[in-house]
Structures are given as structure tokens and as C-alpha cells.
């Protein structure tokens, strides 16, 4: 089964969704035969590579949302990711363009390291304030997930990978994704958001059902018992 999951590493939803898809996943019966994959996108693709302002600043100002609204979502948001385990820290974000992390990411990827990157870039980000759009921080993170400098070094020094970032974002638009988190099972099953546990854990049932139907091995009927009785 293939999961697929458009995601921001500047999206604090797509943490908490990444928590309580990993709390449904752990409990699985068939998780040894789920094949997770994280597909980029981009809430703001505008954002220059570095913005000179706050998190609250960006988005009362470039979004157009009042200040105190916005710090009423930082609040609940925070709560949230509290209660998955996450420490939010919104007045030590960095506000930063997450395209080369993206491509990143996918460089991650191709050392079977996708998971590790995207669960550093995103806990960096919103749990101890690092600058994800920083030449000097994706480095240093794809050195401690043992990636070889000269790849990294093309991140800066050549367009790799952007074209697969950019692939994820129009595979994620032909699919009507406007939002992230967004979870795709099989290309069948797609969830918006970061649900429940529980709603994850009952897609996951259901899709597994709908690949893996039961299969009447008999073409007659053996003896067995119903609600009137056993056959004799």
C-alpha cells in the first residue's frame, strides 16, 4: 500500500498531522507493507528565499490577518502540537522560502533518508528556530544524515531537484489538493488535514480492505452454521 503525503516543512498542521499519521501507522496490522513517500508543497511559493520579520508579522502583514487573531491560532496550534508530543515555539520561527528544502528532501530521498530530513526540517523550524532557507543550516542537516557535501553543494550551485519539487506541485493540483496536510492512499483514499488517529487508523483499515478484498476459495458452499441453525 502507498501513501503518498503533500506536505510544507512551514506548515505547523503538517507536524501535527505527520504525529497522529505516524500513532495510526505504529498500530497497524500490515504497516510493514505501507510504503510512505512525502511530496512538496508550497503554502507560499511568493515568500522571498529570506523574510526580514516575525512569524506574527508575515502573516498579519503579507496575509492580511489581524495580529491578535493571529496569535489566538499560534495558541491553539501550539496546544495542539502539545498534545502530540511537539514544542512550538512561534516566536522563534524563521520565516524563510521552503524550496531548497524541498529539494533537499528529495536529495534525502535518494539515500533513503526522506523521513529523517522532512521530521529535522520540520521540528527545526517549529521547535528551535532555525532558518530553513539557510545555505549554512540544509547543509549541516544533510551532513548529519550523511550525505556527501558535493551533493548538498549542488542544492546551491545547480537547479537539481527542482524539478521534482515542482512535479509534486502539479501532481498535487491535478489531484484538487488547496490545502496540506493532505494524505493519498493508493491514489483511491485522500484525507485532508491533520485528523484524528483514528481517522487515519480507519482509512488505513479500509483502504487495506478495498486492495486486499477476501477471496472465496470454494465454488460450492461447505456445512456450516447461520442465525437458523447448522446444516445437517
Known amino acids: 500500500m502507498k501513501i503518498e503525503i503533500w506536505s510544507d516543512v512551514a506548515c505547523p498542521w503538517c507536524y501535527i498531522g505527520k ?23 508550497q503554502l ?14 508575515y502573516l498579519s502583514t503579507r496575509k492580511g490577518i489581524a495580529p491578535q487573531q493571529v496569535s489566538q491560532m499560534f495558541q491553539h496550534v501550539t496546544e495542539q502540537a502539545k498534545g ?3 514544542d512550538y515555539r512561534f516566536d522563534s520561527v524563521v ?17 533513503g533518508k526522506q523521513d ?7 521540528s527545526d523550524h517549529f521547535e528551535h528556530g532555525k532558518d530553513i532557507g539557510s545555505r549554512e543550516y540544509l547543509t549541516s542537516l544533510a551532513l ?3 550525505i556527501n557535501r558535493d551533493e548538498v553543494e549542488e542544492l546551491f550551485t ?13 501532481e498535487g493540483r491535478a489531484l484538487g489538493i488547496s490545502g496540506v496536510p493532505f494524505f493519498v492512499i493508493d491514489r483511491k483514499f485522500g484525507l485532508s488535514g491533520a485528523q484524528p488517529a483514528e481517522t487515519f487508523t480507519a482509512a488505513l483499515n479500509e483502504a487495506w480492505q478495498a486492495a486486499n ?19 445437517v
Open 19 to 41: 504525529r497522529r499519521f505516524e500513532s495510526a501507522l505504529a498500530t497497524f496490522e500490515h504497516r510493514d507493507s505501507v510504503e510512505v513517500t512525502w511530496r512538496s508543497y
Open 44 to 57: 507560499d511559493p511568493t515568500l522571498p528565499e529570506h523574510y526580514d520579520g516575525t512569524e506574527l508579522e
Open 144 to 146: 548529519d544524515l550523511g
Open 84 to 86: 502530540e508530543g511537539l
Open 116 to 122: 529523517e530530513a522532512k521530521e529535522r526540517l520540520l
Open 95 to 111: 520565516v524563510a522560502n521552503s524550496f531548497t528544502a524541498h529539494r533537499l528532501i528529495h536529495l534525502a530521498a535518494a539515500h
Open 158 to 170: 545547480t537547479d537539481k531537484y527542482a524539478a521534482d519539487v515542482r512535479s509534486d506541485f502539479e
Open 213 to 231: 478484498p477476501l477471496v472465496l476459495v470454494n465454488s460450492t458452499d461447505g456445512d456450516a452454521c447461520g442465525p437458523d441453525g447448522c446444516q
